[in-house]
């Protein structure tokens, strides 16, 4: 995307967690293209791998590296492998986390029918899998403090770096089904502040990208008709609150990520940046 120096990024590695995902494995490359070692981090092997090759099959640098973001054990086998064959970690993108349909309910609000209802499929907060519940949690928020601290630790030894996190709309305000997903990016929106205050001595800077409504893997079936592909009532409700009437493409995150890794951001810490076609500045009248 920028490709000129002010956002070069030669000579430094970029770890990228959940990089075989539809909006990481595009971030990994807009890294790669703009100079970085870019390793590829996956629970799925093969996602990481094919990722991997995608962009050094552009000419550029990339290894793909089969991680579990809530082991620290196969957190610190990667970190290994990466400083290995890269050296010194410069930038860290926690980019795994998402929801699950076990912590989602199947309606927006809570009638009082519903509590003697025998319809089938019907999910309220009362039916909700508190096993599910933490797995979204600990995805999202376990699933950034983990590598944080292994990944990060390099970094402050070596006095400096850069951690970008992903946030969502749902920390500025919840969406309604998923209560779990949006109580977890809340935290990680809570937490790079308070990350960025803590790492500031070392020369570590921390921010957040809070992406708007995208199609990834995670929220497919609550966007779109899994027959017609067509967005749902709910995917309509998203398009009818963004400002800019589509929902956003993985490429419209790229200069916000580039201007937060390169030094044109030297003295940004602690923020988190919507990139939402307006959602967040829309009251919705």
């Known amino acids: ?38 390793a590829v981090l996956d629970l799925r092997k093969e996602a990481a791998q094919a990722a991997a090759h995608d962009i050094a099959g552009m000419g550029y640098t990339a290894i793909g590296v089969e991680c579990n973001v809530l082991e620290r054990a196969s957190l610190e086998a990667a970190c290994a492998s990466i400083s290995d064959r890269f050296g010194g970690i410069d930038i860290l993108v926690n980019g795994a986390g998402g929801n699950s349909p076990k912590a989602t309910t199947s309606k927006e609000q809570l009638f009082p029918e519903d509590l003697t209802t025998t319809l089938e499929g019907l999910k309220t907060l009362f039916d909700l899998d508190p096993d ?10 376990i699933g950034t403090l983990l590598p944080t601290q292994v990944f990060g630790k390099p970094m402050a030894e070596k ?5 970008i996190n992903i946030s969502s709309m749902n920390a500025f305000r919840p969406l309604t089904k998923i209560p779990a997903y ?24 921390v921010n957040a990208i809070a992406p708007g409504f995208f199609l990834t893997d995670q929220n497919r079936f609550l966007l779109t008709d899994e027959k017609t592909g067509e967005l749902t009532q709910r995917g309509q409700t ?21 201007w937060l890794v390169s030094g044109q ?21």
């Open 1 to 38: 995307m920028h490709n000129n120096d002010a956002y070069s990024l030669h000579g430094k590695t970029a770890i990228v967690t959940g990089g075989g995902g539809v909006l990481c494995k595009t971030m990994a490359a807009e890294l790669a293209k703009n100079g970085a070692n870019v």
């Open 182 to 205: 949006s109580a977890a990016k809340a935290a990680i929106s809570n937490f790079t502040q308070w990350l960025a205050v803590h790492m500031a001595p070392v020369n570590i800077r």
């Open 238 to 258: 998203i398009i009818g609150h963004t400002p800019m009437r589509r929902i956003g493409n993985p490429e419209d995150l790229l200069g916000t990520l580039m």
């Open 132 to 141: 599910g519940v933490q797995f979204v949690f600990n995805l999202n928020f």
């Open 265 to 285: 951001s030297s003295f940004v810490t602690g923020i988190v940046v919507p990139v939402d076609g307006g959602f967040s500045a829309f009251s919705g009248v």
């Open 159 to 163: 006095n400096g770096g850069t951690i």
